[in-house]
């Protein structure tokens, strides 16, 4: 019998992105508060069974933004390790992705759709009465923003990603999301121009630490509310080194946004937006100018 599941992948921002130094792994340590947002991939999986005695097999397939089908998508690399730890039923599972969320973005899409996907199978073979496998450690490994998409919504993100402490959503906030065309900035590449020493004992993350007793506190109503709290630390290396995203940054705050933000390590930048009107007419304003964009909300539903 065939099974099939499906679930949205949701794109994140990270409202505070502090980078505190380097690891002796080779990472660095963060403090960050993600927040997931309304634009999504869809992921779809088919299950079915294995006659013969076999491996478990897997088929990946992807419309929308162009992304690898093979073992470089992180929805691959996720569900490999997943079936080495399976002790059920040899399967056969097909998987389609619909990518909403660009890539090379500093979105969290390849992260979001693994770490959807490790929890679809997951809470199947749980139906199934198999035990529940280690989905941290095996999202850990796939990246360093799977473990946070696991339960996604709003959380504290610390360590080199793996811990995850829930804190609670904010309102449906209206950004604009924008990114000039051909525009990627590499991941590694973006940690190494920070420059950061060893890691020596407690590193502090003031602005994250402000956002995040703002946020148990309740303090923040409104857009207005939150736009003081937003910060990233890349912004100091990518924007320089990067011309169009200073552009594009001049004419999304020319537009009247209260402030615009780096999402990840980029090439996305968000603006956070009044409301729905003016996130949506500015989006429309830079879709004519060539750029790629759209109006989202945060938003913690999965
Ligand atoms: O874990 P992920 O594949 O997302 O990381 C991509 C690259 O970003 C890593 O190879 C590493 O160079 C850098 N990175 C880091 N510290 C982190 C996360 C990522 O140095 N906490």
């Known amino acids: 019998m065939r099974t099939r599941l499906e679930g949205r992948a949701p794109a994140k921002v990270n409202l505070t992105l502090e980078v505190l130094g380097r690891r002796p792994d080779g990472y660095h340590a963060l ?27 897997l088929t990946l397939q992807a419309t929308g933004f162009p992304v690898p089908t093979d073992e470089r998508n ?3 690399q996720a569900l490999t390790r997943f079936f080495a730890h399976w002790q059920g039923t040899p399967l056969h599972c097909e998987v389609w992705l619909e990518k909403q969320i660009p890539t090379q973005a500093g979105l969290g899409g390849g992260s979001s759709d693994a770490g959807i996907a490790l929890k679809l199978l ?6 199934q009465g198999y035990p529940p496998p280690d989905l941290l450690a095996i999202a850990q490994q796939v990246g360093s923003d799977v473990p946070f998409f696991l339960n996604g919504a709003c959380a504290l993100v610390e360590g080199r990603g793996e811990q995850v402490r829930p804190l609670p ?6 950004w604009v999301l924008a990114k000039p065309p051909d525009s990627s900035v590499p991941t590694a590449w973006a940690y190494q121009q920070l420059q950061r020493p060893p890691l020596q004992g407690e590193a502090k993350a003031p602005t994250t630490e402000q956002l995040v007793s703002a946020l148990l506190q309740g303090a923040i109503r409104t857009p207005e509310d939150l736009a003081p709290y937003l910060h990233n630390d890349f912004e100091a290396v990518v924007l320089p080194a990067h011309q169009p995203l200073q552009t594009l940054r001049t004419q999304m ?9 780096l999402c990840g390590s980029g090439a996305v ?3 956070l937006c009044h409301n729905q009107s003016q996130a949506e007419a500015i ?3 830079l879709r004519q100018q060539g750029y790629w964009s759209v109006g989202v909300q945060l938003e913690p539903t999965q």
Not at 122 to 127: C, H, I
Not at 169 to 174: I, K, S
Not at 253 to 261: H, T, Y
């Open 269 to 271: 930048q968000a603006g």
């Open 122 to 127: 997951a809470e199947w073979a749980q139906e």
């Open 74 to 76: 992180s929805v691959w």
């Open 283 to 285: 989006a429309h304003t």
């Open 169 to 174: 959503p904010l309102p449906p906030f209206w």
């Open 253 to 261: 705050e020319a537009q009247g946004v209260l402030r615009v933000l």
């Open 31 to 57: 403090a960050s508060v993600f927040h997931t947002l309304s634009l999504s991939d869809r992921v779809r999986i088919t299950l079915s069974p294995l006659s013969a005695p076999a491996s478990s097999t």
